[in-house]
């Protein structure tokens, strides 16, 4: 067991560390600390550019597509200066990390050569299609439809909670391909392009005011029947297997971005005095003990390579930080007090804890609400008889 | 970086573990409770069989001189079945001598530590008073302190060995609700103390040492009182099903294997982060005492709501664990305690 780095992988920390601060002191200083998803989204393509014209843009990915084959320790450390440079999210996290990782794994050759210089190269900006109206905690209730007519998949139905689907390229699609078949089984998983009439977006406006998710409606929306990961039917153990890639390193990358966070809640409470209240200096300390021991946890599954047993720190992961987040948006607004509730640019838009505290109501309901995250852990970690399910 | 066992870890893990379940069984246990709290043949078969009384003690004193992670999986096994042993003492007083002790208190001490022929504790007390090489004052809460032999004792600032049958040294031994490890109180009349060669060296290694005790034997007991909740779950059946498959039962277990996990990463980020040195051992050390010890309570008090009527009652064991993780949330000092240390670190001090 050994926590430290060695000399190379720290070099390797300064190299990244001043090519990042170099780009947000230069030429993107303009993006420097945008904490939402949505911002300046233009500029923030061309970073995904600029990611990639100096190979930072999928360190972990093989050379041959246009990643460095970056070992674990290495992309731990990106992940951990990507954010203390203050850099903003990448808005092709789902091209680099699931739908990238997804066509590796389970793609033809053919495919990835399709796919993959793209969405290393930053101009193929990716979007996920699981959730529906009426499939949420119940994913697998997908009633989206594919078929294939005149060698094209013809798809039809809606999905929702896209998040980026506006200013994305290509949206993966989870859509029930065989005709009068329930639940995982009958599902294939489409890559399709999201410019074309048989699509349609429209923005859901958040309890924040902002717009990062869509409601995106197919209308005889076509795709290459080539389009197709894995064979027809395939679709849920492809969709599994591409969650279990969002527990990745770039948890690493979000926890510096909590980091930020908590700094900012801390600095807020030195300067305003409720430093000094005892209960906020235990909660401070509550939070900071919660965001180490994130940290540690995803290390432990990051380094975890035994894969016969359920790994419970990989298993707790998402309800663990989910909730803690969610605690730290109501942190914020009790060191603010009441002057946190006061938008100051005068119209309904929130500075960082603000928006923290709306925005974290979310990170306890997407990719599997705490009710369901729950449920996962009694069930697969610790072996409890499965809920009754109806049909 | 490379947060996983070895396999030699690993190893000792998995020794530590059966040997504990084998050993320190729950009959065993409850006889040491009726008696004086030291489960003997236990402790024995540890030190001499299994060779793990010297973990902390360096090679050339009889020891095998291993980490504070080697050290943490045997105490993570000894808390999974609360054994009634002085393994805290020994942790303490062990890398207290070997840090701050002389070459003579080295020798002359550690072999028998690691031996288990020599039983050992300590405590402290700001208004000890020394006189000439004699100690006088009072300390309580000196857990296995009725059947030690040897105590470190310390003012704060400095630390003496006493030997358990100096003169003017009296032991009494309060009835403690936890029976598991007894906390005596000693009082002391001047008498005779070895002082430590470097006492502040001690002190600083002896404490970490006995917070990671106390954080892996509450990671490992929670972890006990998960894994006995869920058998009984899968068993027990009311309205005509297992009642592990109600979600009001079952997200109680989940919640606790969530705070499991965290105190997992937090007992071993604060033993790694001592063996290596790291300028965060300090800060980890709190968040290891003061998160185990929390999430050990929660898991005992849940296992005994979980098992209904039976978990209430004295046969059960859910109460060794309830006992033994109230204990642990006071010694060495409260949560909030640890908690206001990380405070001070990242705010200053309260005005």
């Not at chain 1, 002191?25 to 500029?43: M, V």
């Not at chain 1, 905690?137 to 689907?165: F, M, P, Y």
């Not at chain 2, 396999?7 to 004086?36: G, H, K, L, P």
């Not at chain 2, 980890?284 to 978990?311: P, V």
Request: proline share 3%.
């Amino acid at each position: 067991m050994k926590l430290g780095f060695s000399k190379e992988d720290e070099d390797f920390r300064s190299e990244c560390a001043s090519w990042l601060n170099d780009q947000m002191s230069g030429e993107f200083s303009d993006i420097k600390g945008i904490t939402t998803l949505t911002e300046k989204a233009e500029r923030r393509k061309e970073w995904e550019q600029q990611l990639a014209a100096h190979k930072w843009s999928c360190i972990g990915w093989p050379e041959e597509w246009g990643g460095r084959g970056a070992s674990l320790a290495q992309q731990v450390i990106f992940a951990e200066e990507y954010a203390r440079a203050g850099v903003p999210g990448r808005v092709n996290h789902i091209g680099i990390e699931l739908a990238g990782p997804t066509i590796l794994t389970f793609g033809t050759d053919e495919q990835k050569k399709r796919f993959l210089p793209d969405i290393a190269a930053g101009k193929t900006i990716f979007c996920q299609g699981f959730s529906e109206p009426g499939a949420g905690s119940d994913l697998a209730a997908v009633r989206t439809k594919g078929h294939v007519e005149n060698g094209e998949w013809v798809v039809n139905g809606q999905k929702i909670w896209t998040s980026l689907a506006h200013i994305s390229d290509w949206i993966f699609v989870v859509t029930r391909t065989e005709e009068g078949t329930q639940g995982p089984k009958g599902l294939s998983f489409l890559m399709m392009p999201i410019d074309q009439e048989g699509i349609e977006i429209r923005g859901i406006e958040q309890i924040n005011g902002d717009a990062e998710f869509n409601e995106t409606f197919f209308t005889d929306a076509k795709c290459a029947e080539d389009s197709l990961i894995g064979a027809p039917g395939d679709g849920w153990k492809i969709a599994m297997g591409l969650l279990a890639f969002e527990r990745g390193v770039s948890t690493l990358g979000q926890q510096m971005a909590f980091r930020n966070e908590l700094d900012e809640i801390i600095a807020a409470a030195k300067s305003n005095g409720s430093s000094n209240d005892p209960l906020i200096r235990q909660r401070i300390a509550k939070a900071e003990i919660g965001l180490r021991l994130m940290r540690y946890g995803a290390l432990r599954m990051l380094s975890n390579q035994d894969h016969s047993k359920v790994d419970g720190a990989a298993l707790t992961y998402k309800i663990q930080w989910a909730t803690w987040r969610r605690g730290l948006g109501e942190l914020g607004m009790d060191v603010l007090g009441q002057g946190g509730e006061i938008a100051e640019g005068g119209e309904y838009a929130w500075n960082t804890l603000p928006n923290l505290f709306l925005y974290s109501r979310a990170d306890t309901i997407y990719g599997g609400t705490n009710q369901i995250q729950r449920n996962l852990i009694a069930e697969r970690g610790l072996g409890m008889p499965r809920e009754p399910r109806g049909k | 970086m490379d947060f996983a066992f070895t396999d030699e870890q690993a190893m000792i893990a998995e020794t530590a573990q059966q040997f504990f379940a084998e050993n320190a069984t729950s009959s065993r246990t409850r006889e040491a409770m009726a008696a004086d709290g030291f489960d003997r043949a236990t402790w024995q078969s540890f030190c001499q069989e299994l060779g793990l009384g010297g973990l902390l003690v360096p090679e050339e004193f009889g020891g095998s001189a291993l980490g504070m992670v080697d050290f943490a999986t045997v105490a993570e096994a000894a808390g999974s079945q609360v054994a009634a042993i002085p393994l805290h003492g020994l942790a303490m007083i062990g890398s207290a001598i070997a840090a701050g002790g002389s070459d003579e208190q080295k020798s002359k001490w550690l072999p028998q530590l690691a031996s288990g022929d020599v039983v050992a504790s300590g405590g402290g007390n700001a208004d000890l008073k020394s006189d000439n090489g004699g100690l006088s004052g009072k300390i309580e809460f000196v857990p296995h302190g009725n059947i030690a032999n040897l105590f470190i004792l310390s003012d704060g600032s400095e630390a003496w060995i006493v030997e358990a049958d100096a003169d003017g040294l009296s032991v009494d031994t309060p009835v403690t609700m936890d029976q598991t490890r007894p906390q005596a109180t000693l009082t002391l009349s001047n008498v005779k103390a070895d002082p430590l060669a470097d006492g502040a060296a001690a002190l600083n290694i002896g404490k970490a040492a006995g917070w990671i005790c106390l954080a892996a034997e509450a990671l490992g007991g929670a972890q006990a009182c998960l894994d006995r909740t869920c058998e009984y779950a899968k068993e027990r059946e009311q309205f005509g099903r297992a009642i592990g498959s109600f979600q009001a039962y079952k997200h109680r277990l989940a919640d606790m294997m969530i705070e499991i996990e965290q105190a997992r990463s937090a007992v071993y980020w604060a033993a790694c982060a001592i063996d290596e040195g790291s300028d965060e051992a300090e800060l980890a050390l709190h968040a290891a005492k003061s998160f185990c010890a929390d999430t050990f309570f929660k898991c005992a008090g849940d296992m005994i709501q979980l098992h209904g009527g039976i978990g209430f009652t004295w046969e059960h064991d859910a109460h060794l664990f309830f006992k033994r993780a109230r204990s642990i949330q006071t010694m060495m000092q409260s949560g909030n305690w640890h908690r206001e240390e990380i405070a001070t670190m990242i705010l200053g001090e309260a005005a």
